[in-house]
T-cell receptor
Framework: EADIYQTPRYLVIGTGKKITLECSQTMGHDKMYWYQQDPGMELHLIHYSYGVNSTEKGDLSSESTVSRIRTEHFPLTLESARPSHTSQYLC?????????????FGPGTRLTVL | AQSVAQPEDQVNVAEGNPLTVKCTYSVSGNPYLFWYVQYPNRGLQFLLKYITGDNLVKGSYGFEAEFNKSQTSFHLKKPSALVSDSALYFCAVIAPGGYQKVTFGTGTKLQVIP
């Protein structure tokens, strides 16, 4: 079944650790996105990709990095986690066939940095 | 620049009553407008979108939205609210052309009271 997956769903780590949040989609979508969602609900775009080997920073400055080596895979890496990185991270994808396709979201990763 | 406003942080409605969640937008040209819903500990789910044509758009779970160009609004509605409709609702806009950037509103928490 076509879907978008995120692992882990929950992660609690100590300050200074390197972490990678995984995102995979089986829908064949070219466009993929990472959002950070505050406890107050608002979504902030932190990274996006329009295809393999294409990555761009979003609206919100982030110390994370992303890669897009395969169409279906769009991992996000924090080299050195800090308490300020505590948040919910949402991955999404969309079809690039038209300019107004809706985004499909994964279930999210809730990250807590102690 | 494009923007979306959801003027209410929270909307409370009694079960069985009609509900409205408000959204206004600002964009150059004809907008593409979307509504998403987010249940606790989940990613966003697409509800409906307006691209062109009939101003009244019908979507999932009995929801509909009315596009009003003169008032630059795209309010979400449902004739009879269910307790299970309680969730976060996000309005989003894409401006035509260019990079097709999606801008999300800040979200409205809908609470349906039994």
């Amino acid at each position: 079944e076509a879907d978008i997956y995120q692992t882990p769903r929950y992660l609690v780590i100590g300050t200074g650790k390197k972490i990678t949040l995984e995102c995979s989609q089986t829908m064949g979508h070219d466009k993929m996105y990472w959002y950070q969602q505050d406890p107050g609900m608002e979504l902030h775009l932190i990274h996006y990709s329009y295809g393999v080997n294409s990555t761009e920073k979003g609206d919100l400055s982030s110390e994370s990095t992303v890669s897009r080596i395969r169409t279906e895979h769009f991992p996000l890496t924090l080299e050195s986690a800090r308490p300020s990185h505590t948040s919910q991270y949402l991955c999404a994808s969309s079809d690039s066939e038209s300019s107004y396709n809706e985004q499909f979201f994964g279930p999210g990763t809730r990250l807590t940095v102690l | 620049a494009q923007s979306v406003a959801q003027p209410e942080d929270q909307v409370n409605v009694a079960e069985g009553n009609p509900l409205t969640v408000k959204c206004t937008y600002s964009v150059s040209g004809n907008p593409y407008l979307f509504w998403y819903v987010q249940y606790p500990n989940r990613g966003l789910q697409f509800l409906l979108k307006y691209i062109t044509g009939d101003n009244l758009v019908k979507g999932s779970y009995g929801f509909e939205a009315e596009f009003n160009k003169s008032q630059t609004s795209f309010h979400l509605k449902k004739p009879s609210a269910l307790v299970s409709d309680s969730a976060l609702y996000f309005c989003a806009v894409i401006a035509p052309g260019g990079y097709q950037k999606v801008t999300f509103g800040t979200g409205t928490k809908l609470q349906v009271i039994p």
